[in-house]
């Protein structure tokens, strides 16, 4: 046996493998309603890995921006939602219903029974009128099937004035417009425009294309309340239209509908609805499972049940958002990739990105280029954007961090010159009035005092962000032979230093990131506090001084040094973990540190810097067993668009990036045995001898056979393949005792 | 007789008069190509004032911004232009051509012959097709009616992937795509989506919706260059699209078609196209003149022909932009009007803008309460816009002066704290990366130095500029009653003096607007000219020192001073308009005045504030006589959204405005009698006795039967209406010798 032999040998049967792989059902493992209450507003609807059709149910208020809520009645099924996202809801499109009985133009919502989620599926009854619903959806479009009872008084009501909403008196969706056509007794079309939502984004226009396997025994249009039987179509005049098809109905009798959606117009909406092969709804949703199936598979765990529907149904939240939206930008012709749903890069930059830079580089760097694509059209990267329209900022310009992590990574085909232009500007020009919609607020002050006075909105959370931005210049720059562009930023990579307080003293510790105002004095004690949080526009946004404390994720050792040296620093960190703080909201939180907002993501791994992985892995798995769960309710707050579900997902497998540079902290594999198959064929195994959850400790180290000694791995060292096998124990070990830097 | 009938008779009387005037036809006065050859730019086809529809040939390159050109074959007929515009086209949307034989969609252009325009009516014969052609237009519709030879091949062709580009680098308009649905052998629809275009605006869309009066033979569509024969639809990929209806015609043979144009969507284009009521194409090309003359009536001049041609056309001129959308807005539900093509109010705020507030303040009413609704709902007013995008901004925030003129000439129905709000806002607020999308650039500079430096682009204009913007505050600021804004802003508007530097001598005076640096120096005299003139991103836009040097028009008793006094000034002025500038581009200018752009529009009249009316007069009759005439040249450069146009109306009724202020200074009535009919039912006469050629020079003037002794008017003297009469002659006299201020 030659070698060449042996060496088609081994790739026959890593095919085989990597087959074997691809045909695991993990559905099973999928609960769509996993993170839907107790703040984690996921979507439980249908959809594909990044689909732009996202299906399912407007509830009660229509205030929840997951369009599904828990109470209140079912006004209908409409097409485009986000999940995992807080603030003022943005979409929930182009409204389905299959109602009996006169129509309720006010009131048509029923309430629910037997509702049931999974991969691919969603279904509902409706007690009002006695229908059953299935939804399933593929990339671009939605199948309903919809089951009547008997009668000559079977309806499916389509409203494109129908739109989530919010109490507040912000980030209000509005209605725009809408037209809605009758093209024949099976076909309909139409548009909803809307502006407005969290991102208090521009109008956007969600056309529709829709054709049921039923004639329609009668027809007929509204416009602003008033029915018109016969009417085949409304233009826009501002009011709100829709329409109805008429159904004489046997028992039981099930009408389907394909639904096409598109960004462009009617025409292509009619083409995304052919995407549509098949009229037996199950071949639509096994397609839409299968689509999962083959993304979810990329990860094989070996574990307990619950653990794992745990763990793929969090990975099932990371490909939720962004949305790819290719083919269907409005707002230029171009022939790269475009995505759109970021809510917001500020969440999805710590975790969500690094996964998919292991899982679906390929998708990452689609990702990317579509950003650059909305830099060069629009003159800024986006932070977030949805509805094809950027905002809102929340503290730096975290795509700065995404390219370093690109780069460090060696991520190809992406123009990283371009991309450091983009940075550069990022940096450098103040973007203007609305300093919540692109770029960096405040930089007048921070580019000439070292800091964003209180003078500027979200002052602190800037201060601390742009430095962690500043270092991915630096790390772009000097990639690209740019020294003087490195030099300058890595100078100012230190400005977080400039609002470390030395004076201020919180449970026994000195020094704290502290407001500064504009003539460089620091605002009194009696006017702040280091548990003071907030949102825009307040000094710290989800965030507060003792936990911003610690995000000096590019300059660990300098913060190390201001907080006391290594032992100081511990002690610091111990008690950020464990304080009981009188009268704090505990939900969300473990001691001080809160898992549900992204600012403190990183803070276990901090551990890690100063040798101590035993502590992160304390941290970091009672923070696993305590604040996530397979209920409903099971996310710790927003999963921000995927953020809490990666996080999850990482340290369920046993480390955790420092987005925007070539390092994994080391935590503690959660399951005994976990395989990644990377794109290209190469899998990185992840082993954990006897771990279980007593034996969370890890007790020695092995890459690839040799020792690992050191509390992290690099990029390479999961993308060339092999094997990380740790040996698990319940006692805190030795291992990794050294510090990092 | 008691006074109540009497007042009755002079009611009825007043009645009759205006009706009288309404029923004069002045389309023998409307020639549409005066001023569309030497640079003016003007739009020759088919429009009803303000109207949204547009319906002209785009000829050649299909690079001038009017769609026509002299040159070159005609591509089609397309729906969407601007009038008076230069830089980078925008517009020329949904093309229609009638044609014979095969479609050769890389050229389908033809040679033209028999062209012609006239009030509502374009015509021309094209000669590859032995076709004819006229066209009309209603607010959002056309007519276009089609005469065909006999054969089999006559077809009409409906290209939505053509728009009008530009040679440049920058501006340029950019296909991002295109539907088309053939409804029936009569109908069809689709639309075309573009950006860019001189603004760089963001994508807009022309839906359109066409009925044909001729059942088609045969019909097709086309994508990416590829026909195909009897294909109903193509949806949008980004590739260009179009189709075509084939006749079997006679000779001679005439089909119509009604276009509607939305920018909403399909369905309102074919209620748009429902204004048309009528399928007798002189019907609706008569509704087109009526509209027009019912407006052109509220002046009636009596003088020669020529004159009247020239006068008449102008005023014809001045009403085709801004375009009144309201209801066709996609960005946002309003009850407010909202009017588009605002090209750009830096031009139009001087002398359009005042025009509509003695002639149509209802008008002018209506585009500021646009104006504010687009601050509300963007963050910023625009000082120019299209496609639904501002941008670019030339100079100052102009929408300031336009809220400030209103505000001293007592329209109501603004909402003039918001305004004052949003012209804060212009103050106060830098806009962002890009300055010359809205806002006033360069303001960290201005709002602290008390210029703005050579480190920002336009930093010469803007200084120039910003302290008229600044003094409209003070103007509206002082009305509400906020002294503390109307102080401070006071002193930023004495601003434009940090820029005169008292050393820098030309042609014998000396003091001159000069650039200055950051560092607070004047650049060299070898760095820069008194001469030197620019656009984008130069230090002076459309001007240069010696010109710009006289723009302190809220500031002139300053002004006179630096010059050196009152005769030194005039002395100064004389220079400016008869200097014969060696290798100067003599075209537009007398002497170093340049009447083809804006920033000079006042000069002449600063004359009469240092008591010198006849120099006014001889040099603004010298412009009107030299630089415009009744040909196709006939318009000194640029008409810019009708600027020039207003120019010329405004002095050859006697008096020009000084916008922001409540002045109208008084320059030399060409007409011997001119009457304005005034919205409400009053009249305001100006009375020239012996007024001609010779007899420029104002010996005295009455207003209402007293002495006027002053070299101008208020705006409430002509809104009272009354009689304003002059006594003309041909040699200066000493009326109105005393100073202004």
Known sequence: ????????????????????????????????????????????????????????????????????????????????????????????????????????????????RNEKASLGLYEVELERYRTSVRLTALSKSAMHEYTFPAGNESKI??????????????????????????????????????????????????????????????????????????????????????????????????????VGISYLGTVKAKVNAGEIKSWNFDDVRKECADTWNKLLNKIQVQGDEVKKKMFYTALYHCYMQPTDKTGENSKWLSDQPYYDDFFAIWDTFRATHPLYTILTPSVQVRVL???????????????????????????????????????VKNLEGIDYELALESMLKNAEVPPGGNEQKVGRGG???????????????????RTMEYPNCDYAIVTVASGLNK????????????????????????LGFKGFIWPRREDGSWLNESEFSVFKSGTW??????????????????????????????????????????????????????????????????????????????KTAEVVRRLLREKFNDTRSGIPGNDDSGSMSAWYVFHSLGFFPNAGQDIYLISSPVFEEATLLLEGGKKFVVKAKNANEQNIYIQS?????????????????????????????????????????
């Open 157 to 258: 009501m389509v409203d494109l004035g129908s739109f989530l909403i919010t109490s507040m008196n912000i980030e209000k969706q509005a209605f725009v417009g809408s037209e809605v056509r009758i093209l024949s007794d099976t076909e309909i079309e139409g548009y909803t425009r809307v502006r407005g939502g969290w991102n208090e984004g521009d109008a956007y226009t969600v056309y529709f294309h829709a054709v049921f396997d039923t004639p329609a025994a009668d027809f007929g249009t509204w416009k602003g309340g008033k029915i018109m039987t016969g009417v085949k179509e409304q233009f826009d005049s501002g009011e709100k239209t829709g329409a109805y098809f008429s159904y004489n109905t046997s028992e039981n009798q099930k009408i389907k509908v394909k």
């Open 1 to 112: 046996m030659n070698i060449i032999l042996k060496t088609c040998q081994i790739s026959v049967l890593m095919l085989l493998v990597t087959m074997l792989h691809a045909q695991t059902d993990l559905s099973r493992y999928i609960d769509p309603f996993i993170g839907t209450e107790g703040g984690g507003n996921i979507f439980p609807g249908a959809c594909v890995p990044l689909g732009m059709v996202k299906v399912g149910p407007d509830c009660g208020q229509k205030d929840r921006n997951a369009g599904w809520g828990n109470a209140g009645n079912i006004h209908g099924f409409s097409h485009v939602h986000g999940s995992g996202l807080g603030g003022g809801s943005k979409y929930g499109n182009v409204l389905f219903a299959p109602i009996v009985g006169n129509i309720q133009l006010q009131d048509y919502s029923s309430p629910r």
């Open 701 to 741: 180290a092995k890459l690839n056979g040799k020792a690992l000694n050191e509390g992290f791995i690099r990029h390479q060292d999961i993308m060339n393949g092999g094997v990380l096998e740790f040996v698990m124990g319940s006692k805190p070990s030795q291992w990794a005792r050294s510090t990092i830097y």
């Open 443 to 461: 930089i007048p002050d921070y580019n000439t005092k070292g800091y964003v006075s209180t003078k500027y909105e979200r002052s602190g959370s």
């Open 537 to 614: 526009p307040d000094v710290f946004y989800e965030t507060y001084p003792w936990e911003i404390s610690f995000y000096a994720l590019h300059d660990v050792p300098k913060l190390v040094e201001l907080c006391g040296g290594k032992d100081r620093f511990i002690e610091r960190l111990n008690t950020f973990f464990s304080y009981e703080h009188e009268g704090w909201n505990q939900k969300n939180f473990m001691g001080l540190y809160q898992i549900s907002n992204e600012p403190g993501f990183f803070v276990p791994c901090l551990y890690n810097y100063v040798g101590r992985p035993d």
């Open 369 to 407: 280029q579509s950003l650059l694509d909305i830099y060069k059209h629009e003159g800024y990267m986006p932070d977030a954007r949805s509805g094809d329209d950027s905002g809102r900022v929340q503290g730096g310009t975290n795509c700065d961090i995404l390219f370093a992590d690109a780069f």
């Open 483 to 506: 020294p003087d562009i490195a030099e300058k930023y890595l100078k100012r990579s230190k400005n977080w230093q400039n609002l470390w307080n030395p004076n201020i003293e919180s």
